[in-house]
């Protein structure tokens, strides 16, 4: 691609084609429609041949919970018939849902350019939640082979940029959802990525949205939550009691039956304590309430 027509791109299909001519683009390009995942074949070119079991199972798990948050791409080839361009595990999870019908971004045949030019459109749409953009700019990586220090190029953003919309692809689907439905801002989901366990990430995701705390207040119990499972200064971490590995499963059952990040902790003779952290009154009330039940 020529540099005329690449600084083109980056200020959308509007300097290439006609307001209508571009709409179509975007229509053909980008339709969404719901797929019966007996009509989707795999692609016979996907490099990825191994699918760790445990993952997809995760990945199963989290669909049958909030669905489908990132549609599948495929390619029409004849009616009622299409073939996977990206998006095979999402497909493979959703079989072991069993699931139906599965939301796909339809392309028709050689519109690998029109995808590229749509998407770079998309992306430079004011009213776009940031999963929105982020979702763009990974199809643009893994559907037009754009590697990502070019994509900022491409649409008119600083790589750092870029790469912190891609990174709000790596949050539990519960947060991605709260995102991409106002729950909470940009500001807050990048101060959850400070985090580096699930548990925690969810902790302080329904604390934000339970007491509008602010991304200042996020950043500071992310902080906080940081230093607390830090080393101590001029040494390694005492060692306390943890949560041996027997104890694990029931640890992840009570996480899950009270939607708190509950931590067993017990020593080699097998004294310990259960903590249960509560965010707020309404919390305490409605722990005690499951308590009681």
């Known amino acids: ?29 980008t339709t969404n429609w719901m797929i019966p995942v007996t009509q989707i074949e795999a692609n016979p070119f996907q490099p990825r041949t191994d699918f760790e079991e445990v993952a997809l199972k995760e990945l ?11 549609p599948l791409t495929v390619r029409k ?21 069993g699931l139906e019908e599965v939301p796909a971004y339809v392309l028709e045949a050689n519109q ?14 004011q009213d776009l939640n940031a999963i929105e953009v982020a979702i763009s700019f990974k199809r643009l990586q893994e559907e037009c082979q754009i590697k990502q220090e070019e994509l900022g190029e491409r649409v008119g953003k600083d790589r750092a940029t870029v790469a912190n919309y891609l990174r709000l692809l ?12 106002a729950a909470i801002g940009m500001g807050h989901a990048r101060a959850l990525l400070g985090l580096t ?8 995701y329904r604390k934000t949205v339970a007491e509008g705390l602010s991304v200042r207040k996020v950043e500071a119990l992310v902080r906080e939550m940081n230093s607390d499972d830090a080393p101590a200064k001029g040494g390694s971490k ?16 009570l996480q899950q039956k009270f939607e708190a990040r509950i931590q067993i902790k017990a020593n080699d003779k097998g004294k310990g304590e259960i903590l249960i952290p509560f965010a707020s009154t309404d919390d305490l ?3 005690l309430d499951l308590l009681e039940s």
């Open 1 to 29: 691609m020529n540099a005329t027509k690449r600084n083109a791109l980056g200020r959308g299909l509007g300097a290439l084609l006609s307001a209508d001519e571009a709409a179509a683009v975007v229509t053909q390009a």
């Open 60 to 70: 199963a798990d989290s669909i049958r919970i909030h669905g489908v948050i990132q």
């Open 77 to 97: 080839l004849t009616a009622g018939q299409y073939q996977l361009v990206s998006g095979e595990r999402r497909l493979r999870a959703s079989k072991l849902v």
């Open 112 to 125: 690998q350019g029109m995808l590229e030019m749509a998407l770079i459109e998309n992306i430079q749409r």
């Open 170 to 181: 790596k949050l539990p689907p519960e947060i991605q959802l709260g995102l991409r439905n």
């Open 197 to 204: 366990k699930t548990e925690q990430q969810l902790f302080v």
């Open 238 to 253: 005492k060692k306390e009691e943890g949560t041996p590995s027997a104890y694990k499963a029931v640890q992840d059952s």
């Open 285 to 287: 009330n409605r722990i």
